[in-house]
């Protein structure tokens, strides 16, 4: 069936260090792949995005990797601050219908 | 603030009774989302409106469960008989016309917080 899962439920990293979170995706339909970041009580917050004839995708302090051929995603963060701790889910989608959502990967920043 | 809000943010109720809970998207976005998320969870998908049609339903969406986008701008999810399961995040987002790029990107409100005693 299809899913989304990750390598990893917690990541703990060093303030300034660049962090790296994982994403297995199992549906090759799925042409669109997201990243959110959710904080405490708040709803997801859009990160970055990437469409499947892409490999590889920058932002500010952020960038996503997409390797088609083993269906994995990353986002990688550069300088990870302390602002940047927060629960990171990848999503999968196709066309203008629903994401399927991974289950997350809490990300903690030590001073 | 342009974005997606969500009304109450919070709801307690007590098992057996309705709720309503109520999304406003951003304005200019035709396409409205809802979706569920319980503790330690990803968000799971629930329904979602083009304008005022309800294009999807899940599985998730029992018969207790009724969304509605009546002027295809708010719209409202409906509980009824509540059960204790059903306590969890009720999470709304809504996307573009899709004119500009073949996927809009949905962007998510705070959430309302559902707990059924």
């Known amino acids: 069936g299809e899913s989304v899962g990750l390598h990893l439920p917690t990541l703990s990293v060093q303030e300034g260090d660049n962090s790296i979170i994982n994403c297995a995706y199992s549906?090759?339909?799925?042409?669109?792949f997201i990243w959110y970041k959710q904080e405490s009580g708040k709803g997801p917050q859009f990160i970055i995005d990437?469409?499947?004839?892409?490999d590889k995708r920058q932002g500010q302090r952020v960038t996503v990797l997409l390797n088609k051929t083993v269906k994995h995603l990353s986002l990688q963060i550069a300088a990870t601050q302390p602002g940047d701790s927060a629960v990171y889910f990848c999503?999968?989608?196709?066309?203008?219908?629903?994401?399927?959502f991974g289950k997350g990967t809490k990300l903690s920043v030590k001073p | 603030d342009t974005g997606v809000s969500q009304n109450p943010r919070h709801k307690i109720t007590k098992r057996g009774q309705n709720v309503t809970f109520r999304c406003d998207p951003i304005?200019?976005?035709?396409?409205l989302y809802w979706y569920r998320q319980t503790l330690g969870q990803g968000p799971e998908f629930l329904t979602y409106?083009?304008?005022?049609?309800?294009?999807?339903k899940s599985r998730l969406l029992s018969d207790r469960f009724s969304a509605e986008r009546p002027k295809g701008s708010f719209s409202t999810l409906e509980i009824q008989r509540t059960e204790q399961g059903d306590s969890a995040m009720y999470l709304c987002?809504?996307?573009?016309?899709?004119?500009?790029?073949?996927?809009?990107?949905?962007?998510f409100g705070p959430g309302t917080r559902l707990t059924v005693l």
């Open positions: 409106f083009q304008n005022e049609a309800q294009l999807e």
């Open positions: 549906n090759s339909a799925s042409d669109y």
């Open positions: 999503a999968e989608g196709r066309g203008q219908g629903n994401l399927i």
């Open positions: 304005s200019e976005h035709n396409r």
């Open positions: 990437i469409r499947s004839n892409m």
């Open positions: 987002a809504s996307s573009g016309s899709g004119l500009a790029a073949p996927t809009d990107t949905q962007y």
